[in-house]
């Protein structure tokens, strides 16, 4: 049997592909959009690519399942369990196979036994690995995003980012049902979780890529928590924020990712057109680092850096229903590559073009007056505070608000930030902070291009003013997180 791990570093989300050297065949299990990685890979082992599975309808990525079977013939694998609210509405017409608890398939030599490990989600299924060419017992299991290392898949998205009212506890009280069936496999068993650190699927995720039901059952916290309600209430508290667009995640992979065929570069524009477009309905995303962008930008565009978290804000912050163009940073085509990447990975399909590294002083030299960003220090925001001339929002999540903020100052957390806009003031300098500084660069674009004209980012945000010295507020203490 061969294993083979991929991992996409920005959403920290891990797909695999297991295979039988015997007969070649191959199952990859949580295909990610870009599905030519997972063949090309799959030919270089001698293998093809001959059935495809999914743990549970997606949230925070577009699903590449429906799109590999059909690319490759490949029998596709779905959940039958969860009800009818939870079905694949495009099972049929994809030639889907639905399971469930109890059944199992074989790729070759390989045996895939189906658990469902509600919780999660109410459809999630983990996979049972055993190589029968050399064995009678499974080897590991795909947990998806039911068992992490360290932590375990929150049950609040439904509710949180999806709407679905009421699910939230009754999730974690499923979730911590199947925990119990899950101690019963034996502690040798290898744990291939869906996710790693820094995913929003959890908030104590760790970066180990696998681990074992022994090890988890010791370390886990999840695992330490023997009392259902004592449970329900550490699975809740301190989940951060989702992003915004795992809502329409859960739409899409629902009703039948689009193919895409991972197409490529739209047009180069000429810099005269960044002002116009930046008026307009569409959203112009600057990729640049946030000091060039405050040091100069085109007004009404939007800065989001070319980082690790590059998809998280943008499925937040732009809409799905408008035509996109980016702005290259230093690497110019590299970055658009990039961007472009990450933007497809979650759905955000409209990028109608782009404009390179010079274009922001292109335009200015044929006239366009840039925008700034103003910064300001701990120190002077204090005096400012005192004096009673400015407003401050706090853009964290709300869990690190909780943990201590800047008194008196409210919190809106930045995924949250273009449906709380009526919320800020607008009649007085509007300072921004985060932990940091990235998150709150990041929204003062967002307001800047809402038409908020007098907004300040803190230099170092919280961090800073911690590190000063200056008076801090506490909320109530953080969550116990299972420890044992």
Not at 232 to 260: T, W
Not at 267 to 293: I, K, S
Not at 352 to 357: E, L, M, V
């Amino acid at each position: 049997m061969l294993l083979k791990r991929f991992y996409d570093e920005p959403l920290a989300q891990a797909s695999y592909l297991i295979g039988c050297a015997a007969t070649g065949e191959a199952l990859v299990v949580d295909p990610s959009r870009d599905v030519g990685q997972y063949v090309r890979a799959a030919e270089e082992e001698g293998l093809r690519v001959t059935h495809v599975a999914e743990t549970h309808i997606h949230a925070d990525f577009v699903s590449g399942a429906r799109e590999l079977a059909a690319r490759t013939g490949a029998s596709l694998y779905l959940s039958g369990e969860g009800g009818p609210d939870w079905a694949y509405a495009f099972a049929d017409d994809a030639g889907a196979t639905l399971v469930g608890e109890g059944d199992s398939f074989a790729v070759g030599n390989v045996r895939v036994d189906v658990l469902h490990t509600p919780g999660h989600t109410p459809e999630h299924l983990s996979f049972l690995v055993t190589d029968t060419a050399g064995a009678d017992r499974p080897m590991g299991i795909v947990t998806g995003d039911f068992v992490f290392v360290g932590d375990v898949g929150r049950p609040d998205l439904l509710e949180r980012a999806a709407g679905w009212q009421g699910t939230m506890e009754a999730g974690a009280r499923t979730l911590f049902h199947s925990l119990q069936q899950f101690k019963r496999l034996p502690d040798y068993l290898q744990i291939w979780p869906g996710h790693g650190a820094g995913s929003a699927c959890g908030k104590a995720l760790g970066a180990v890529p696998q681990s074992t039901v022994g090890y988890e059952r010791m370390f886990n916290w999840a695992f330490g928590v023997d009392d259902e309600d004592e449970f329900v209430r550490a699975v809740l508290a301190g989940q951060p924020e989702p992003p915004k667009y795992f809502a329409e995640m859960k739409r899409i992979n629902r009703d039948g990712p689009p193919a895409l065929g991972w197409q490529g570069r739209p047009p180069r524009l000429d810099a005269a057109r960044l002002g116009e477009l930046a008026g307009g309905p569409a959203v112009v995303v600057d990729t640049r680092p946030a000091a060039a962008f405050a040091a100069g930008h085109v007004p009404g565009t939007i800065n989001i850096p070319l980082a690790r978290s590059f998809a998280t804000w943008a499925g937040s912050l732009v809409p799905y229903d408008r035509d996109v163009y980016l702005v290259a940073g230093e690497r110019g085509d590299a970055d658009i590559d990039e961007a472009l990447h990450e933007l497809r990975t979650i759905g955000l399909d409209r990028v109608a073009g782009y404009f390179d590294q010079d274009a922001v002083q292109g335009w200015a030299a044929a006239g366009g007056r840039p925008a700034t960003v103003p910064q300001t220090t701990p120190t002077q925001l204090a005096a400012d505070l005192a004096a009673g001339t400015v407003a401050v929002v706090d853009v964290r999540g709300r869990a690190e608000w909780e943990v201590g903020h800047l008194p008196g100052v409210p919190n809106v957390p930045l995924a949250q930030l273009t449906d709380r806009l009526a919320e800020l003031p607008r009649d007085r300098p509007l300072v921004v902070h985060c932990q940091g500084g990235t998150r709150s660069a990041i929204a003062a674009s967002v307001l800047q291009a809402r038409g908020f004209t007098n907004v300040v980012n803190l230099t170092g945000g919280f961090a800073e003013w911690q590190a000063g010295g200056h008076p801090v507020e506490e909320g109530r203490e953080r969550a116990l997180q299972g420890a044992r």
